[in-house]
């Protein structure tokens, strides 16, 4: 039996980056701000994306960073419009999971409450992975 192969795969990711810092006791009504940046690049049959992400209390009680790189292997064979949804929208969503679980577990583990990041959606951050392309 022949075994298909997706034209487009995650192969994994590696955090390169993680830093949290506490000051302070968290107040029971703390909420968060996220920022994320992307950067994305395309290699013979590889694509790299780079997520940076950033989240900050409002009580200034947390603040953490985290960078993650994943690769995503593809066939050459597929056009240049899926290309650049598969890059710009797929690869995100499909990350974006990893980074949220890190940050849940990187909190639980270090005796405060745990930071539970929300869902969500990946779609404004596929224009960032574009521009960043059109620039190699």
């Not at 940076?52 to 240049?80: L, M, P, Q, Y």
């Amino acid at each position: 039996m022949e075994q298909n192969i997706s034209k487009f795969r995650f192969k994994g990711y590696k955090i390169t980056h993680s830093e949290l810092n506490i000051s302070g006791e968290q107040s029971e009504n703390t909420e968060y701000s996220i920022g994320i940046n992307a950067k994305g690049k395309a290699e013979t049959d590889n694509f790299i994306l780079t997520l940076d992400v950033s989240i900050s209390s409002n009580d200034n009680s947390i603040d953490a960073n985290v960078v993650v790189k994943g690769t995503f292997n593809f066939n050459k064979e597929i056009s240049k419009e899926t290309l650049d949804s598969l890059f710009c929208a797929n690869a995100p969503a499909i990350m974006f999971p990893y980074v949220r679980a890190y940050i849940s577990t990187l909190t639980a583990l270090s005796g405060v409450d745990t930071v539970v990041i929300p869902t969500l959606a990946m779609t404004p951050l596929g224009k960032e992975i574009k521009e960043s392309l059109s620039e190699q």
